[in-house]
C-alpha cells in the first residue's frame, strides 16, 4: 500500500466536532471591545474544529436567529438598565441552546447571563470570561453579589485578560487557583514587514492635515475613556499638532461643545464613528496613539493593540490594577501618563511628538510585543490550553485529515 495511512484506520469515522456556545451581551456589527473578543474567539475555534454557536442580545424587541458556520440567536431585548440588557426570554433560550454543548463560555459583567446560567444550571464545562469589574454601579452590584458569586464558584474556569488584572480584582481572589490569564487579540491589517504600506487614503490624511503632526484616538464617548482629559492636554500641545478623536456616544456633543468653548476647533477633531473599513488609513496615518482612560473600567485597551500592530508608539494611562499598563509598556512600545492629569499627559505625547528616533523605536518596539503576545493565533492557543486543562481535546489537524483520508 502506498502512504502511511493504514486503511482500516482511514475509514474510521471523525469524531463529532466539540461543541461551544459563547453566552454574551452582544455580538457584532454591534461595536465593543467584548463583541470584537467573542467574534475573534468564536471564529478562532471554528478553524480549529470546534461547532460554535452564539447566544446573545439583540438591540430591539424581537429575537433573530442567524445560520451559518457560526450560528448566533439574539434574544429580543425589552431595553436597557444601568447597562444590562432586559432579556427575559434569555433563560428559555439558554435551555434551549446549552442541550449538547461541552463548553458554555460566558463573557461578564452580564448579569442577565449570570441569571439565566443560575436558572438553567448547564451540564457542560463552564467558563467564566472575566473582562472587567464592575466598577461603576455598586449599588446595583450589592444586590447583584450573591448571584455572581455563585457562578464564580461554579465555573470550571475563569478567564482573566491580563496579570494585573487577574491580581487585582478581589472578585478573583478566592478563585486563583481556576484563574488562567488569556490576552485578548486583533487581526494583523499589516503586510509582513508590519510598519509601512503608504496607503492612499492615509496618504489623503496626511494630505488633510498638512504640515501636522497626528495624535490619533479612538474609543466609545463615554464617562471613564478621559477623552475630556485628552482635550485639555491638547490646549498644552502647539499648532503643529492635530488631534484626531474617533468614536461615537453619549458624551460626543458635550466633548464637542468643550472643544468649541476652548477655542481648540483647529487642534481637536471629534470625528464620530468611523467606518471598519476606514479605520486602518487612521492608524497608518497618526505619529502616535492615545489612550486617555481614568479607571479600571477601562480593563485591556484592545484599541491599543490595533495601533501596535501598525507600528505606531502608544500614549496610555498607568491605572493601577487595569491591563493598560501591562499591554502599554512604558518605555518599550509607548510611554504611560498619569490617569486624569493633562499636563502629564501633554508631556508623554510632546515627548514622543518631539523626538521622532525615540518614536520610532517605540513604535518597533510595539510591533513586536503585538507579534510576541496578542495575535489570534495566539489568544486561541491559549484558550485551547484552558479548555484542554478541562479534559477538552479537539482532534489535531492532521489527524482529522488522516481520519477523512
Known amino acids: 500500500m502506498n502512504g502511511s ?39 478562532g475555534l471554528t478553524a480549529r474544529r470546534w461547532q460554535v454557536e452564539v447566544l446573545c442580545a439583540n438591540l430591539v424587541a424581537r ?15 425589552w431595553g436597557q438598565v444601568a447597562s444590562t440588557s432586559m432579556t427575559p426570554s434569555l433563560l428559555p433560550w439558554l435551555r434551549k441552546r446549552q442541550a449538547g454543548q461541552q463548553v458554555v463560555h460566558v463573557h461578564l459583567p452580564n448579569p442577565m447571563a449570570n441569571l439565566a446560567l443560575w436558572w438553567t444550571r448547564p451540564d457542560a464545562r463552564l467558563v467564566v470570561h472575566w473582562h472587567s469589574d464592575i466598577v461603576k454601579q455598586q449599588r446595583l452590584l450589592r444586590l447583584y453579589a450573591p448571584l455572581q458569586e455563585w457562578l464564580l464558584r461554579r465555573a470550571d474556569a475563569i478567564i482573566a485578560t491580563s496579570p494585573p488584572y487577574a491580581a487585582s480584582s478581589s472578585w478573583l481572589q478566592p478563585h486563583r487557583h481556576k484563574v488562567h490569564v488569556v490576552p485578548l487579540c486583533v487581526r494583523d491589517a499589516c503586510p509582513a514587514d508590519g510598519m509601512k504600506r503608504q496607503a492612499p487614503a492615509a496618504d489623503a490624511l496626511r494630505a488633510r492635515h498638512a504640515g501636522k503632526r497626528i495624535v490619533f484616538a479612538l474609543g466609545r464617548m463615554t464617562y471613564y475613556k478621559g477623552f475630556d482629559v485628552l482635550i485639555d492636554a491638547a490646549s498644552r500641545l502647539d499648532d503643529s499638532t492635530v488631534v484626531l478623536i474617533g ?12 472643544v468649541a468653548a476652548a477655542g481648540l476647533g483647529h487642534r481637536v477633531h471629534l470625528l464620530g464613528r468611523i467606518a471598519d473599513a ?14 486617555p482612560s481614568l479607571i479600571r473600567s477601562e480593563a485591556f485597551g484592545l484599541v491599543m493593540l490595533e495601533a501596535m500592530s501598525f507600528g505606531r508608539p502608544v500614549v496610555a494611562t498607568h491605572i493601577e490594577g487595569s491591563g493598560v499598563p501591562w499591554v502599554n509598556q512604558d518605555g518599550e512600545t509607548g510611554l504611560n501618563a498619569q490617569p486624569g492629569n493633562a499636563a502629564s499627559l501633554a508631556g508623554a505625547l510632546s515627548r514622543l511628538l518631539d523626538d521622532p528616533a525615540l518614536a520610532r523605536r517605540l513604535g518597533a518596539g510595539a510591533r513586536r510585543r503585538y507579534e510576541t503576545h496578542f495575535t489570534p493565533q495566539k489568544m486561541i492557543d491559549a484558550l485551547l490550553e484552558v479548555y484542554a486543562s478541562l479534559g477538552l481535546h479537539a482532534p489535531p489537524k492532521a489527524e482529522a485529515e488522516a481520519r477523512l483520508a
Open 5 to 43: 495511512i493504514h486503511p482500516i484506520a482511514s475509514l474510521r469515522p471523525a469524531p463529532p466536532p466539540l461543541r461551544c456556545l459563547q453566552l454574551t451581551k452582544f455580538y457584532p456589527p454591534v461595536d465593543g471591545g467584548i463583541e470584537t473578543a467573542v467574534r475573534d474567539i468564536a471564529e
Open 63 to 77: 429575537t433573530l436567529s442567524e445560520p451559518g458556520a457560526i450560528p448566533v440567536t439574539r434574544v429580543a431585548s
Open 247 to 258: 468614536g461615537g456616544g453619549e458624551l460626543l456633543a458635550p466633548l464637542r461643545a468643550r
Open 278 to 291: 476606514d479605520l486602518a488609513a487612521y492608524y497608518e496615518a497618526a505619529d502616535v496613539f492615545c489612550l
